[in-house]
């Protein structure tokens, strides 16, 4: 039997080769009685034997794939429209459109702490997915006429609808994984895992298919630039201040927002796409009721709204958690860093706006083939080698954009940073999220739900000084970011092969206030 004190997290049950789908895990579990304590001892046995699928079964397992399918590629349409349309905003409308963006991600904080329960309950998984991702079709719409006023109300309108359709998603794949793996008898984690698996495949190509759509069409009549404004471009890259941008970027033609017809166009199509993602969850896909969701109360653990956010909240004692704080902030700094300084700063000024969707292109297939390469390459070498890469090649990005002065002339370069950083950003957005489960075991929901809470601080964050500060300024704030981030992730690592962090006599991590007072005035029980 496999060992019960496993902590690294390195053994992942996805990861665990099948030879027959059909197999079946059973437990048997026999108490025995302890001398000391009324309680009983769980002694595990696992039997693997074949099964045998009805007729009925087969149908329904088929049933339940195509329902996964299904909302993965909702999902798809959804992300093609908004990730791109997002990915655009400090090019095409430059301060309203990132200010929009902080907006939506702290109407997403709000939401992550009072929504997701009381919707899913009130509408039922099915049909709050299909209601929310309406919400990012309003905000799609309102680039049609890009104002203040309608870009930041339908910012807060996606902003909370955001919060609820994820959890919705969650919730969906994970109970209809629970009845795949009873109907075909396996473990219900591998069967979650792989259906997240298959969510995240399609999800992670919107990267692709979205910015394919945006630059082909800006793309069209753009003519070759034959003899660029050298001097304009020297206040590209580093020198880059979004506030000065006009008075500064008179000569360089490539910071020209393009013309409204083919913005209408654009946002035509995506509008159209986030439309049919919510027409597909409500005609394609079952109730999910059909799979037992009358039998869950609330959230997984059946907490109200407000004792999840007063979880939240508490779990922010834990001493990992506050921690863990600094790198999670760094996923939604990093990410943002991206999708609005270094499309606007880099690529819009050093190759103009048409080229954001072909750079994005290849941030996105980079993202997608590490995010599926590194789950599997932590089990064979350890999570701090992948966290260690992801920190040196970002920060080495940064360093080379501090120096290089963006050129049309280097085109491979525009390609190379943004594929690089896609490496990096795989190895945060897969292995954070998996070392949240490993640290804070038994705690999910309040530790992911301060996952959600501080990542978008982190996007805030850096949206907010993304129309403020110069870019010399910006890139200083990435570099401590991910400095804290990784020192914080590294004492996680270093407690933990010491012997993890202080319990008490229940077994229960001692909080960092109670660390402070036994610290600085004893221990006076």
């Not at 002065?405 to 897969?430: E, I």
Request: hydrophobic fraction near 45%; charged fraction near 15%; glycine fraction near 6%.
């Amino acid at each position: 039997m496999a060992d019960e004190d496993k902590t690294d997290g390195q053994d992942n049950p996805a990861f665990v080769g099948d030879e027959n789908s059909t197999v079946s895990v059973v437990k048997a579990t026999e108490a025995v009685a302890s001398p000391s304590s009324t309680q009983a001892a769980a002694a595990t046995v696992l039997v693997v034997r074949k099964k045998e699928l009805t007729e009925e079964e087969n149908m329904e397992k088929v049933r339940i794939l195509k329902n996964v399918v299904i909302i993965s590629i909702a999902f798809m349409f959804l992300f093609t429209s908004f990730n791109s349309m997002a990915n655009l905003q400090s090019s095409i409308n430059k301060v309203d459109g990132t200010a929009a963006l902080s907006t939506l991600y702290a109407a997403l904080v709000v939401s992550c702490a009072f929504l997701p329960t009381w919707m899913i309950k009130m509408l039922k998984a099915k049909w709050t997915l299909c209601f929310s991702m309406l919400c990012y079709s309003t905000y799609i719409a309102a680039q049609f006429y890009p104002r203040v006023w309608t870009l930041v109300p339908t910012s807060i309108i996606l902003g909370l609808g955001a919060a609820p359709m994820w959890s919705a998603k969650c919730t969906y794949l994970t109970q209809v994984g629970s009845k795949y793996a009873e109907i075909v008898g396996e473990s219900a984690e591998v069967v979650i895992v792989r259906f997240f698996g298959i969510f995240f495949l399609f999800f992670q190509s919107t990267q692709v298919w979205g910015n394919l759509i945006s630059s082909s069409v800006l793309s069209q009549g753009v003519e070759a630039e034959e003899d660029p404004d050298e001097a304009a471009l020297l206040m590209c890259g580093v020198n880059f201040c979004p506030h000065t941008h006009d008075s500064h970027h008179s000569n360089l033609t490539n910071l020209a927002k393009p013309p409204d017809s083919k913005i209408y166009i654009m946002a035509s199509i995506y509008l159209v796409c986030a439309i049919i993602s919510s027409v597909i969850i409500a005609f394609l896909v079952d109730p999910l009721t059909r799979y037992g969701e009358e039998e869950r109360v609330g959230s997984s653990s059946g907490k109200s709204g407000w004792e999840l956010l007063v979880a939240t909240f508490n779990h922010m004692r834990h001493p990992y958690q506050l921690l863990i704080i600094p790198l999670t902030m760094w996923s939604g700094v990093e990410q943002a860093f991206l999708g609005a300084d270094y499309t606007a700063a880099y690529v819009s000024c050093g190759m103009g706006v048409h080229m954001v969707g072909y750079v994005m292109i290849c941030y996105g297939v980079c993202d997608a083939i590490c995010s599926i390469t590194f789950s599997p390459l932590v089990k064979m070498v350890g999570r701090v080698p992948i966290f260690t890469m992801g920190a040196i090649i970002n920060l080495g990005i940064v360093i080379a954009l501090r120096s290089w002065m963006p050129h049309p002339d280097d085109v491979v370069l525009f390609f190379v940073m943004a594929g690089l950083w896609g490496v990096s950003d795989a190895v945060w957005q897969t292995q954070i999220n998996a070392f949240y489960g490993v640290i804070f075991p038994g705690e999910s929901e309040a530790a992911f739900s301060n996952y959600r809470l501080w990542e978008s601080l982190g996007y805030i964050f850096s949206y907010v000084g993304s129309t403020t500060y110069c870019m010399d300024v910006k890139i200083t704030n990435v570099v401590v970011s991910l400095v804290f981030g990784i020192i914080g992730y590294y004492i996680i690592e270093i407690l933990e092969r010491r012997g993890g962090i202080r319990k008490d006599d229940r077994g229960n991590v001692v909080t960092i206030d109670r660390l402070v007072k036994d610290r600085f005035f004893g221990d006076r029980r």
